[in-house]
């Protein structure tokens, strides 16, 4: 029986490490495209499209490269996430997204970064834990693996401005390493500086989630911090005790 869509024109990958920056192509489906010289392509995920720039090797590997890692942001993958993706031509594909489950991704909004937390004060407005829909003007900025000790953000403008800048903590970085109560974290940046900062910890309705606030602008001034810098906040266990918490912050 003849397929609409054989499958030479389909693969997929599971998100392993590694993945945020770059996604080869598997090597049969590469043979499949050595025609095509293509260096630039498209990621459509129902009626949205992303351009991506297309790494090529001399031994005639294929990747997704400049804007992958956008897409990436975007839609939130994990390690452990599955991606089927669809042949389009020319270098354009659709993409279909999985969770480990084997179940159709959905993406969680956790924060709502236009809303600013008052210092020491809930925050009623904050939305957690909700299906995300594609957002006018902002997109989730953060990754953070359930269990992990470290979390990757990119920064945004309201991360830096001059006026009661902050800094969103994933929810699963507190769960994992329990901050849950506000508190001050050092943070050593690359500079080599450290800055104490104000961990505060607000109500957003059902959910609990955290952010820096006091000692925050100190921090990114210090540490010549841009909008669009990708920074990995890594917990130091071995500074760290149940009375301080040491996070050392590197840029990518």
Aim: aromatic residues 10%.
């Amino acid at each position: 029986m003849s397929s609409s869509c054989p499958i030479s024109r389909r693969f997929f990958k599971v998100m392993v490490p590694g993945f945020h920056s770059k996604l080869t192509i598997p090597l049969a489906f590469c043979l499949e495209l050595k025609g095509d010289k293509s260096e630039k392509g498209s990621i459509t995920k129902g009626k949205d499209t992303w351009s991506v720039e297309i790494g090529r090797s001399k031994k005639g590997i294929i990747w997704f490269d400049k804007g992958w890692e956008e897409f990436v942001q975007n839609h939130n993958l994990r390690i452990g996430d599955f991606a089927v993706f669809e042949h389009l031509g020319n270098m354009n594909f659709s993409v279909t997204l999985l969770d480990s489950t084997g179940c159709d991704k959905k993406l969680l909004m956790l924060e709502n970064a236009e809303q600013v937390p008052s210092q020491g004060k809930n925050v009623k407005s904050a939305q957690c834990g909700i299906e995300k829909r594609k957002l006018e003007g902002d997109q989730p900025h953060y990754q953070c693996m359930k269990g992990s000790s470290e979390f990757m953000a990119r920064i945004k403008e309201y991360n830096v401005r001059k006026r009661s800048p902050y800094m969103h903590i994933p929810t699963e970085f507190c769960q994992s390493n329990a901050l849950f109560q506000n508190t001050t974290i050092m943070l050593t940046g690359p500079s080599g500086k450290s800055c104490p900062v104000s961990l505060r910890i607000c109500n957003g309705g059902k959910t609990l989630y955290a952010c820096i606030t006091r000692g925050w602008h100190d921090f990114f001034s210090s540490n010549k911090l841009n909008v669009g810098d990708v920074c990995i906040f890594q917990l130091d266990s071995a500074k760290s005790d149940s009375n301080s918490i040491s996070i050392d912050v590197r840029v990518v």
